[in-house]
């Protein structure tokens, strides 16, 4: 069982910056792809951005559009999801997720272990 924990997010203006955490406790955190997905309030969880295994390959959602930076540190067991230029429409809760499959996986169906979330509001 993978325990993932978020941090990082908070209320910023739009334009703004926020970097997002996500510590797990699995000490075999590098078998796992890792993916940040989030969820406004009446909408389906979307989405962000995934990384593999080894730190080498990124997928990013449609709408990101350069805007956030996907990375994972393995000696640490923690991955981050630096975001720039927030928009209000970026508010939302923002999760992170686990999964022992191979390649990058984009849908939530996908991953196998999933984190609390952590708020993220932008104003406008």
């Known amino acids: 069982q993978v325990q993932l924990v978020e941090s990082g997010g908070g209320l910023v203006q739009a334009g703004g910056s926020l970097r997002l955490s996500c510590v797990a406790s699995e000490r075999t955190y590098d078998r796992y792809g890792m993916g940040w997905f989030r969820q406004a309030p009446e909408k389906e969880r979307e989405f962000v951005a995934a990384?593999?295994?080894?730190?080498?390959?990124?997928y990013y959602g449609d709408f990101v559009k350069g805007r956030f930076t996907i990375s994972r540190n393995n000696a640490k067991n923690t991955m981050f999801l630096q975001m720039n230029s927030l928009k209000p429409e970026d508010t939302a809760v923002y999760y992170c997720?686990?999964?022992?499959?191979?390649?990058?996986?984009?849908?939530?169906?996908?991953?196998?272990?999933w984190g609390q979330g952590t708020q993220v509001t932008v104003s406008s």
């Open positions: 990384i593999t295994r080894s730190d080498v390959i990124t």
């Open positions: 997720a686990a999964t022992g499959a191979s390649g990058l996986k984009t849908t939530t169906s996908q991953y196998d272990y």
